[in-house]
């Protein structure tokens, strides 16, 4: 009978324990219905092509004409082309050619950029527009009121309806405001973009003048510049943009003709730079 309170004791203590370990249990002090924290999704691309080797040898032929002419060794550097220096070929890669021949000299680059959002909250898609978005503004290319045309869901790159400016019916010709101005301005054909002498193909041109392209990635444009490389020389860049999901690919190519009287042609290197993106949206793609 002596026995009999120190159980009834031990059972109370053990039964005390087991209702307060309730207490320090962390589920315990959930409460039902709290909003679950979502995290945006990541882009499409984890890893981006090795920028050298993205540009078929047949390709650079074509854009480099004059660098078969050359000695085979030359030819080979010429052709291997130039990696651009970089930290993290995860997040930004690009290579450089330069041709020179008595004709002319031809320059091309390409550049890839894998967009990451580090708020969980913003997808790496939407932070990908905000930089192209950017990039696309720095051009000149930004519709009315400094906002940039809402991307198609089919991943066309045409502005909305109401923002295709006046004078272009067909939806070529995508400048706006300043640029606009100085791209038809009779004698000055001037694009604030690329800074003081630079030009653009003029007022008789309007399907080469700088514009946003509808039929790459999910949203481009394409930017034109012609500017002095010397006393009188003159020398043309084509620059196209475009996004893929979370990628932005840069294509510049250049050509500066050897005779001082001659002007490089927009219209063929327009053509060349455009394939070329093509391709390596393509690539991206494959």
């Not at 300043?178 to 003081?196: E, F, K, L, Q, V």
Request: contains cysteine; proline residues 8%; charged residues 25%.
């Amino acid at each position: 009978m002596a026995y009999v309170p120190g159980v009834a004791l031990l059972v109370a203590l053990v039964a005390g324990c087991s209702a307060g370990s309730d207490a320090d249990d962390p589920a315990a002090d959930s409460k039902p219905g709290s909003p679950a924290v979502t995290t945006a999704p990541p882009g499409k691309y984890r890893t981006l092509p090795e920028s050298c080797r993205a540009v078929p040898r047949s390709t650079l032929k074509d854009l480099l004409p004059g660098t078969a002419e050359l000695p085979e060794e030359q030819q080979e550097k010429v052709y291997e082309g130039t990696a651009s220096v970089t930290y993290d070929t995860d997040r930004k890669v690009g290579c450089r050619w330069t041709s020179d021949t008595p004709d002319a000299s031809w320059n091309l680059s390409i550049d890839f950029e894998r967009v990451v959002s580090y708020d969980p909250s913003v997808s790496d898609d939407d932070r990908a527009r905000e930089v192209y978005a950017t990039k696309q503004e720095d051009a000149g290319l930004a519709t009315p009121g400094g906002a940039t045309p809402s991307e198609k869901p089919s991943g066309s790159a045409s502005a909305s309806p109401g923002s295709t400016p006046s004078g272009s019916p067909d939806g070529k010709t995508a400048a706006t405001g300043s640029s606009a101005a100085g791209s038809s301005a009779a004698g000055s054909n001037t694009s604030p973009s690329t800074g003081t002498g630079s030009t653009t193909p003029g007022a008789g041109d309007e399907d080469l003048r700088p514009r946003l392209l509808d039929d790459l990635g999910d949203a481009a444009f394409l930017d034109d510049v012609l500017t002095p490389a010397g006393s009188t020389a003159q020398h043309r860049t084509v620059s196209v943009v475009f996004r893929t999901s979370n990628v932005i690919v840069t294509v510049h190519y250049g050509e500066q003709p050897g005779r001082v009287t001659e002007v490089p042609d927009s219209r063929e290197l327009q053509e060349k730079a455009q394939a070329l993106a093509r391709n390596l949206d393509e690539t991206l793609s494959d």
